[in-house]
Protein backbone atom coordinates (compact mmCIF):
# COMPACT_ATOMS: atom_id res chain seq x y z
CA UNK A 1 0.00 0.00 0.00
CA UNK A 2 1.38 3.17 -0.76
CA UNK A 3 2.28 5.98 1.75
CA UNK A 4 -1.02 7.52 2.55
CA UNK A 5 -0.66 10.53 4.65
CA UNK A 6 -4.17 12.22 4.21
CA UNK A 7 -7.22 11.28 2.77
CA UNK A 8 -7.07 13.31 0.08
CA UNK A 9 -4.69 10.48 -0.92
CA UNK A 10 -7.47 7.99 -0.98
CA UNK A 11 -7.99 6.96 -4.63
CA UNK A 12 -11.66 6.36 -3.11
CA UNK A 13 -11.83 9.97 -2.02
CA UNK A 14 -10.50 11.73 -5.35
CA UNK A 15 -13.50 9.21 -7.09
CA UNK A 16 -15.88 10.16 -5.08
CA UNK A 17 -14.97 13.72 -5.25
CA UNK A 18 -15.17 13.67 -9.04
CA UNK A 19 -18.67 11.78 -8.67
CA UNK A 20 -20.04 14.72 -6.71
CA UNK A 21 -19.22 17.40 -9.34
CA UNK A 22 -20.74 15.58 -12.18
CA UNK A 23 -23.14 15.16 -10.33
CA UNK A 24 -23.01 18.96 -9.40
CA UNK A 25 -22.78 19.78 -13.21
CA UNK A 26 -25.48 18.08 -14.15
CA UNK A 27 -27.82 18.90 -11.91
CA UNK A 28 -27.72 22.67 -12.53
CA UNK A 29 -29.51 22.07 -15.39
CA UNK A 30 -32.57 20.55 -14.17
CA UNK A 31 -36.10 22.43 -13.81
CA UNK A 32 -36.71 25.01 -11.50
CA UNK A 33 -39.37 22.74 -9.41
CA UNK A 34 -36.92 20.57 -8.18
CA UNK A 35 -34.40 22.57 -6.41
CA UNK A 36 -35.51 21.53 -3.38
CA UNK A 37 -36.52 18.17 -4.43
CA UNK A 38 -34.40 16.08 -6.37
CA UNK A 39 -31.54 18.22 -7.14
CA UNK A 40 -30.98 18.86 -3.30
CA UNK A 41 -31.56 15.25 -2.32
CA UNK A 42 -28.72 14.14 -5.53
CA UNK A 43 -26.14 16.79 -4.25
CA UNK A 44 -26.67 16.65 -0.33
CA UNK A 45 -26.30 12.34 -1.28
CA UNK A 46 -23.22 12.37 -3.53
CA UNK A 47 -21.42 14.94 -1.15
CA UNK A 48 -21.80 12.88 1.58
CA UNK A 49 -19.66 10.07 0.00
CA UNK A 50 -16.37 11.81 0.05
CA UNK A 51 -17.49 14.05 3.27
CA UNK A 52 -18.26 9.91 4.87
CA UNK A 53 -14.68 8.68 3.15
CA UNK A 54 -12.77 12.01 4.81
CA UNK A 55 -14.28 11.60 8.56
CA UNK A 56 -13.77 7.62 8.49
CA UNK A 57 -9.94 8.31 7.97
CA UNK A 58 -9.65 10.55 10.94
CA UNK A 59 -11.58 7.71 12.87
CA UNK A 60 -9.00 5.33 11.68
CA UNK A 61 -7.79 4.53 14.96
CA UNK A 62 -11.14 2.41 16.37
CA UNK A 63 -11.91 -0.34 13.74
CA UNK A 64 -15.61 -0.21 14.57
CA UNK A 65 -16.09 3.78 13.66
CA UNK A 66 -13.51 3.20 10.71
CA UNK A 67 -16.27 0.61 9.18
CA UNK A 68 -19.61 2.73 10.64
CA UNK A 69 -18.27 6.21 8.61
CA UNK A 70 -17.47 3.66 5.36
CA UNK A 71 -21.21 2.40 5.74
CA UNK A 72 -22.20 5.75 6.36
CA UNK A 73 -20.75 6.79 2.79
CA UNK A 74 -21.60 3.22 0.97
CA UNK A 75 -25.79 4.07 1.81
CA UNK A 76 -25.01 7.54 -0.08
CA UNK A 77 -23.27 6.51 -3.28
CA UNK A 78 -25.84 4.00 -3.06
CA UNK A 79 -28.80 6.43 -2.63
CA UNK A 80 -26.92 8.88 -4.96
CA UNK A 81 -27.41 5.64 -7.66
CA UNK A 82 -31.00 6.05 -6.85
CA UNK A 83 -31.30 9.93 -7.47
CA UNK A 84 -29.62 9.29 -10.89
CA UNK A 85 -32.02 6.36 -11.82
CA UNK A 86 -35.04 9.06 -10.93
CA UNK A 87 -33.49 11.78 -12.82
CA UNK A 88 -32.89 9.95 -15.66
CA UNK A 89 -36.80 8.27 -15.52
CA UNK A 90 -37.91 12.54 -15.28
CA UNK A 91 -35.46 12.79 -18.94
CA UNK A 92 -33.32 15.37 -16.59
CA UNK A 93 -30.14 13.07 -17.61
CA UNK A 94 -29.40 11.03 -20.74
CA UNK A 95 -29.22 7.30 -20.25
CA UNK A 96 -25.54 7.89 -20.82
CA UNK A 97 -24.64 10.11 -18.11
CA UNK A 98 -26.70 7.91 -15.74
CA UNK A 99 -24.74 4.88 -16.82
CA UNK A 100 -21.59 6.59 -16.75
CA UNK A 101 -22.02 7.79 -13.07
CA UNK A 102 -23.70 4.82 -11.98
CA UNK A 103 -20.54 3.07 -13.06
CA UNK A 104 -18.09 5.21 -11.52
CA UNK A 105 -20.23 4.83 -8.13
CA UNK A 106 -20.11 0.99 -8.34
CA UNK A 107 -16.34 1.58 -8.41
CA UNK A 108 -16.57 3.78 -5.32
CA UNK A 109 -18.54 0.78 -3.57
CA UNK A 110 -16.55 -2.00 -4.24
CA UNK A 111 -13.83 0.52 -3.01
CA UNK A 112 -15.03 0.71 0.15
CA UNK A 113 -16.45 -2.72 0.78
CA UNK A 114 -12.77 -3.35 0.44
CA UNK A 115 -11.77 -1.49 3.17
CA UNK A 116 -14.63 -2.27 5.43
CA UNK A 117 -13.64 -5.95 4.70
CA UNK A 118 -9.96 -5.22 5.77
CA UNK A 119 -9.79 -2.08 8.61
CA UNK A 120 -7.03 -3.70 9.95
CA UNK A 121 -5.06 -2.38 6.83
CA UNK A 122 -5.99 0.92 8.00
CA UNK A 123 -6.02 0.77 11.50
CA UNK A 124 -3.27 3.25 13.42
CA UNK A 125 -1.45 1.57 15.28
Known amino acids: MPNIRSFRDLIVWQKSMDAAMAVFELSKKWPSEERF ?11 SVPANISEAWRKRR ?4 WVNKLNDSEGEAAE ?21 LDALYEEILAMLVTMIDQPEKWSIR
Open 62 to 65: YPGA
Open 37 to 47: SLTDQIRRSSR
Open 80 to 100: TQTHLEFANRCSYITETDRTR
